[in-house]
């Protein structure tokens, strides 16, 4: 596995060649891997915290972003994804341990919520994340609700 840096920033903080590796490799991930066709640059990146692991080339290899607060007063987690060359390495382990981090630096807690891909709620699970209610399509993909409610 190759040495990876963690960066946590604000949108305002990206730069231009971040900002485009972030969205290519959602894009690459959500839209053409997984065949779902959907608007990827929903207009929620200007307000979130990103947080990407980037390999010794500066390649993105991983990827999360928190949402603020809403309706429901819980930070969102989003768009958690692997780059398909780096899955099997524990990069997405990796991400979700420096994205609670992020939450607790940000928010002063762990507290948060997420949907998750159906397939993926064992993972979430492991995190302390638990389903708050049943299977539902999301872009023609099953999502759960989940929620991580200890600080």
Request: aromatic share 8%; hydrophobic share 40%; charged share 20%.
């Amino acid at each position: 596995m190759h040495t990876i840096t963690w960066h946590t920033k604000h949108f305002s903080e990206l730069t231009g060649s971040e900002v485009h590796d972030i969205l290519r490799l959602r894009v690459d991930v959500f839209v053409v891997e997984q065949r779902c066709v959907y608007a990827e640059v929903d207009g929620q990146d200007t307000e979130a915290v990103h947080v990407m692991g980037q390999a010794g080339d500066g390649g993105l290899v991983a990827y999360a972003r928190i949402l603020p607060p809403h309706g429901d007063g819980l930070p969102h987690i989003g768009r958690v994804v692997v780059h398909p060359e780096h899955r099997g390495q524990q990069l997405g382990r990796a991400l979700m341990h420096r994205t609670m981090a992020a939450l607790e630096m940000l928010y002063g807690s762990r507290r948060s919520a997420l949907a998750a891909q159906e397939y993926l709620v064992g993972f979430y699970n492991s995190f302390g994340f638990r389903a708050v209610g049943g299977s539902y399509l999301w872009d023609g993909i099953a999502h759960v609700d989940m929620e991580h409610d200890l600080a």
